[in-house]
């Protein structure tokens, strides 16, 4: 999964001009492309997580960084029309209330300003795809909330937003190489041609 967000993020980046503009990282975990986006040269860069103990992993690395930690859906610590780019990558899976996030997003944001997700994609995971980590010697899986990506879509077109790409990434020969390190060929017969991750480029 990480291998095929960065892709999509490496695409993304190809497209767009970060210098001066204001960016927030929603969902910004350890900071895992803040490297790449301050070395575009915005002129502020935000993070918010629901993860205290991620976000603190982020100013070890960043110490001047602006961070927020989230508590609701509600973004009130941020002001109206004050963001140019929100970036969201492989979070809105762990939202089930999807449409509270996106009204607050489009409050956010500038007139056109624009959003770029990165998420699991809905296929897949109906397909019975899950995520989890291994803790004290167990499996915990992370609960999944499936948002098709038609419907993201449509929800995005009601707040005036249109979509400039939309991309997807399916299990392949390309990447046929991670399960075979992981000895697990049979998983990746079941899930091949699948798609497993989406992007959403839009704009206001």
């Not at 001047?64 to 990558?89: P, R, V």
């Not at 009204?103 to 109906?126: Q, S």
């Not at 499996?139 to 449509?154: A, D, F, G, Q, R």
């Amino acid at each position: 999964m990480l291998y095929f967000d960065g892709l999509l993020f490496e695409e993304f980046l190809t497209k767009v001009n970060l210098n001066g503009k204001r960016i927030l990282d929603f969902g910004c975990g350890t900071g895992r492309y803040w490297k790449k986006l301050l070395e575009r040269t915005p002129i502020q860069l935000v993070g918010c997580d629901i993860s205290k103990s991620m976000m603190e992993k982020l100013k070890e690395k960043y110490p001047d960084s602006e961070t927020y930690t989230l508590q609701n859906n509600k973004l009130n610590f941020l002001d109206d029309n004050s963001f140019d780019f929100i970036i969201s990558t492989l979070v809105i899976v762990d939202i089930p209330n999807i449409e509270d996030i996106f009204k607050e997003w489009n409050r956010l944001l500038k007139k056109e300003g624009e959003i770029f997700i990165t998420d699991f994609h809905p296929d897949a995971l109906k397909k019975g795809a899950k995520r989890t980590f291994n803790k004290n010697g167990k499996t915990i899986t992370i609960k999944n909330y499936i948002h098709p990506v038609e419907k993201l879509e449509h929800m995005f077109s009601s707040f005036g937003f249109t979509v400039i790409n939309r991309n997807e990434k399916i299990i392949d020969e390309d990447v046929k190489e991670f399960y075979v390190k992981k000895n697990a060929l049979n998983i990746y017969e079941e899930y091949k041609n699948v798609p497993m991750i989406y992007s959403l480029h839009l704009r206001k």
